[in-house]
Antibody, heavy 117, light 109 residues
């Protein structure tokens, strides 16, 4: 079964850092672009970042560029999101998704990040 | 940047109804538009890609059509599992970004 499982979400104070992880299984992780998409409480979907299958290129949404860094370890079928300088407005459920070049075909269940003092 | 709007943002419908949602892009995006379903408390699910192609395993009561700046998503014979929020999403080649529409919530009448 194809699956994505996120982890790492927690409550953090503004200005602090947090690293999210996503583990893929049941498909060739090293052959697909991977993305992070977030959803603030009661709000819509916002694309955060994506990285090509070989890690050669990464792209970011305007609201996180310069603060967040996406990375991957294909040997461990894992995707990461390093979040620095967290703000209250970064509070959201963060989804890991397979795809991102054109569409996201598979999504994880999400992990909640709460930024609060 | 390309802007995406959806209408209506909310609609009430009954089982068996036909529901139509529109998505408009601020500039020509050809067929670079996808549709997702999000049930309450769940992750999004891809239903239609490239404006009109049904994802594998998605029931044929879901359909999409459109090109350029105007796109339509239709649910025929609405089922209980279909209540939730529907998002359109466009992708750019340059810059390589994704943009989601604001969503359209389908609620039970």
């Amino acid at each position: 079964e194809e699956q994505l499982v996120e982890s790492g979400g927690q409550v953090v104070q503004p200005g602090r850092s947090l690293r999210l992880s996503c583990r893929g299984s049941g498909f060739r992780f090293d052959r697909t672009t991977m993305s992070w998409v977030r959803q603030a409480p009661g709000k819509g979907l916002e694309w955060v970042a994506k990285m090509k299958e070989d890690g050669s290129n990464e792209y970011y949404g305007d609201s996180v560029r310069g603060r967040f860094t996406i990375s991957r370890d294909n040997a461990r079928n894992s995707l990461f999101l390093q979040m620095n300088g967290l703000r209250v407005e970064d509070t959201a459920v963060y989804y890991c998704a397979r795809g991102g070049a054109k569409r996201c075909e598979l999504w994880g269940q999400g992990t909640l990040v709460t930024v609060s003092s | 940047d390309i802007q995406i709007t959806q209408s209506p943002s909310f609609l009430s419908a009954s089982i068996g109804d036909t529901v139509t949602i529109t998505c408009r892009a601020s500039q020509d995006i050809r067929n670079r538009l996808n549709w997702y379903q999000q049930r309450p408390g769940k992750a999004p699910k891809l239903l239609i890609y490239d404006a009109s192609i049904l994802e594998i395993g998605v029931p044929s009561r879901f359909s999409g059509i459109g090109y350029g700046t105007h796109f339509t998503f239709t649910i025929s014979r609405l089922q209980p599992d279909d209540f939730g929020t529907y998002y359109c999403q466009q992708y750019d080649n340059l810059p390589r970004v994704f943009t989601f529409g604001p969503g359209a919530k389908v609620d039970m009448k």
